[in-house]
């Protein structure tokens, strides 16, 4: 059974960076593409970001473009997000994904989120 | 970008009723279409992908089908723990995109 926990949630001002992390165990991490993908407060859920299973590709929502960053360390088996000149409207929580199988773009598995709160 | 038009946004039903969400997609997205559940404070649960397959465990009272543009998910005897928000997703293409959430009440 594929577990994730994530990392690295706070309190942080307008125009800072954070970086959030996901562990992961009980798949072998380095088979599958991971997603991160958050929900704003009263709000539905947004794609953030994908990264391919073996790092070499990336993937991001227009509205994080140039200012987030997906990584992974398969050897650690986690997952990144490394969040920069962040603003109010990222306040969301965050949730890392497992993508099922190649060729199917499902989240498979998920994380209990890390919440960011952008705010001065 | 694919737009996913989810209806209703809210639902309030019985004990035993059967329930119907849409979905339309802005494109044709063939059967790239995946169900969630999202119960407050948990981590959203994979209930159907690939439009109509249901995931492993998931209960068979859930069922979804449709293709290219519209798409149905059912519940055909609500119970008390289907209380949740369902969020459709397509993956046709990126970036990929939820329908706006159906929160679903018990009357």
């Known amino acids: 059974q594929a577990h994730l926990v994530e990392f690295g949630g706070g309190v942080v001002q307008p125009g800072k960076s954070l970086t959030l992390s996901c562990a992961a165990s009980?798949?072998?991490?380095?088979?599958?593409?991971m997603h991160w993908v958050r929900q704003a407060p009263g709000r539905g859920l947004e794609w953030v970001a994908l990264?391919?299973?073996?790092?070499?590709?990336?993937f991001y929502a227009d509205s994080v473009k140039g200012r987030f960053s997906i990584s992974r360390d398969n050897p650690n088996n986690t997952v990144f997000l490394q969040m920069n000149s962040l603003r109010p409207e990222d306040t969301a929580e965050y949730f890392c994904?497992?993508?099922?199988?190649?060729?199917?773009?499902?989240?498979?598995?998920w994380g209990q989120g890390a919440l960011v709160t952008v705010s001065s | 970008d694919i737009q996913m038009t989810q209806s209703p946004s809210s639902l309030s039903a019985s004990v035993g009723d059967r329930v119907t969400i849409t979905c339309q997609a802005s494109?044709?997205?063939?059967?790239?279409l995946n169900w969630y559940q999202h119960k407050s404070g948990q981590a959203p649960k994979l209930l159907i992908y690939d439009a109509s397959t249901l995931e492993t465990g998931v209960p068979s009272r859930f069922s979804g089908r449709g293709s290219a543009t519209d798409f149905t998910f059912t519940i055909s005897s609500l119970q008390p723990e289907d209380i949740a928000t369902y969020y459709c997703q397509q993956y046709e293409s990126l970036p990929y995109t939820f329908g706006q959430g159906t929160k679903l009440e018990i009357k």
């Open positions: 494109l044709d997205i063939s059967d790239y």
């Open positions: 990264i391919s299973y073996d790092g070499h590709n990336s």
């Open positions: 009980g798949f072998i991490f380095s088979d599958y593409n």
């Open positions: 994904a497992k993508e099922y199988v190649a060729g199917t773009v499902a989240f498979e598995y």
